[in-house]
């Protein structure tokens, strides 16, 4: 079946740090890959995505790239700022589908 | 224009007691789904409506979870006989589309379901 790796947390960075959070993930055929962040006291929204191998989503200062090759689609931002403390939850959904499987979130914490 | 509405926010049910949830998706949106979060895991599958027609139950947990979508915009999913292990945060998401693995899913922000 479809399934999602993330890097567990929590991270804790400071301000201006470079922030990587690792996903993977098992899937038949071609999935589409997703990151969802949830900022505290709001619901899930996408981040960024990615449809087919080498695409690179980028949104907010943040990128990821499809690696097929790799099975891995790795978040990363090059200066985070306090506002970006939230949890990221890496995603896909199969070509001839539509759920979204999930990983099981990384809390990221920014300190000013 | 307004994003998805879930309510109540927050329940507090009884073991043993009915529960209904309710989501309000984007207006003209023909998808619908249903997903299940509990304390520190991502979301879940559970059910996929496409318009009135609920084309997808295979991630209902148990015969006493049941969802309608009856005029394909509102949707009710409802919980029989509540147990504890029900406990967990239902979220509703909806996108433009029928089925199709790149349209965005807007999710609403949840109702949190606490079976005591």
């Known amino acids: 079946g479809n399934s999602v790796t993330q890097m567990e947390g929590p991270v804790t960075l400071s301000e201006e740090a470079f922030l990587t959070i690792n996903c993977t993930y098992t899937a038949t055929g071609y999935p589409s890959l997703f990151w969802y962040v949830q900022y505290p006291g709001e619901g899930l929204q996408l981040l960024l995505k990615?449809?087919?191998?080498?695409d690179k989503g980028s949104n907010k200062g943040f990128e990821a790239t499809y690696r097929k090759e790799t099975t891995s689609f790795h978040l990363e931002k090059g200066s985070v700022q306090v506002s970006d403390s939230a949890v990221y939850f890496c995603a896909l959904s199969r070509s001839n589908d539509y759920k979204l499987s999930f990983g099981a979130g990384t809390t990221v914490t920014v300190r000013a | 224009g307004a994003g998805v509405s879930q309510s109540p926010r927050y329940k507090v049910a009884k073991r043993g007691q009915d529960v209904a949830l309710r989501c309000d998706p984007i207006s003209g949106h023909v998808s619908l789904f249903w997903y299940q979060q509990a304390l520190g895991q991502g979301p879940e599958f559970l059910t996929y409506?496409?318009?009135?027609?609920?084309?997808?139950k295979s991630g209902l947990p148990s015969d006493r979870f049941f969802a309608e979508r009856p005029e394909g915009s509102v949707s009710t999913l409802k919980i029989q006989r509540t147990q504890q292990e029900d406990s967990a945060v239902y979220l509703c998401?909806?996108?433009?589309?029928?089925?199709?693995?790149?349209?965005?899913?807007?999710f609403g922000p949840g109702t949190r379901l606490t079976v005591l």
């Open positions: 998401a909806s996108s433009r589309r029928d089925r199709g693995s790149t349209d965005t899913q807007y």
């Open positions: 990615a449809t087919k191998a080498d």
């Open positions: 409506f496409q318009n009135e027609a609920q084309l997808d």
